[in-house]
């Protein structure tokens, strides 16, 4: 089964630019989340979809970070324009339908790789 | 926000040692999880627990959920060069849409 795959692996832009990341899921998987993770800390919920909708994005910097998943399958992540303190690796992670499986099954996450931004 | 703290932040052992990471909150959770990560990678899930007062064991990891399902430990034994990385504890709840929230993370260093 492959797994969650996320592009680019690596950005360095300059502050005040842009920068897209995009995630692919696993097959199946109806939801998708976005986190941040600055370095040593543990991730923080930026987004959650469940198919093309939105479930939580208290979090989400809603002035320069936006994020949308229009077909329920791919994502992508946008920033604009982008602040040092920007500098942090961004998951995206995806999981079954918490709504229409056994409750069990709900509670697994898988992650991807991650894309590692810098702002210089 | 549903916080959830984890001690230590940092631990440094030599091999052979045991250990033990905790991850407490105030916050009642549906289930916890508790992820590894490497430098570089995403975090990979080791184990899931959603009974209070639950215990799993994975080789020589116990995981044990608390009874009201607030807090949860991870115990090493015999710790092993490859336990090397950054631990993760992450709850969800089910009714409020399945958010994970992580811990602040323990960075587990382990010296041969």
């Known amino acids: 089964e492959a797994g969650v795959a996320q592009s680019p692996r690596y950005k360095i832009i300059e502050k005040r630019q842009s920068v897209a990341f995009w995630c692919n899921p696993i097959?199946?998987?109806?939801?998708l989340y976005w986190y941040q993770q600055i370095l040593g800390q543990g991730p923080k919920l930026l987004i959650q979809?469940?198919?093309?909708?939105?479930?939580?994005d208290s979090q989400l910097p809603k002035d320069r970070f936006s994020a949308e998943r229009l077909k329920g399958v791919d994502s992508t992540l946008k920033i604009q324009p982008a602040k040092l303190e920007d500098s942090a690796v961004y998951l995206c992670?995806?999981?079954?339908?918490?709504?229409?499986?056994?409750?069990?099954?709900?509670?697994?996450?898988?992650f991807g790789q991650g894309t590692r931004l810098t702002v210089v | 926000t549903q916080l959830l703290e984890q001690s230590p932040q940092f631990l440094s052992i030599q091999e052979g040692e045991n250990l033990t990471v905790y991850c407490n909150s105030s916050?009642?959770?549906?289930?916890l999880q508790w992820y590894r990560q490497e430098p570089g990678e995403g975090p990979v899930l080791l184990v899931t627990?959603?009974?209070?007062?639950e215990v799993k064991k994975l080789k020589r990891l116990t995981f044990q959920f608390g009874d009201a399902r607030k807090d949860s430990s991870l115990h090493i034994t015999a710790a092993q060069p490859g336990d090397t990385g950054l631990y993760l504890c992450?709850?969800?709840?089910?009714?409020?849409?399945?958010?994970?929230?992580f811990g602040t993370g323990t960075s587990l260093t382990v010296i041969p």
């Open positions: 992670a995806s999981s079954l339908d918490y709504r229409r499986t056994p409750r069990l099954l709900n509670t697994e996450a898988f």
């Open positions: 992450a709850g969800a709840q089910w009714d409020t849409g399945n958010q994970f929230y």
């Open positions: 627990v959603v009974t209070g007062g």
């Open positions: 979809f469940q198919n093309n909708g939105v479930v939580d």
């Open positions: 916050s009642v959770f549906s289930s």
């Open positions: 097959s199946g998987h109806a939801t």
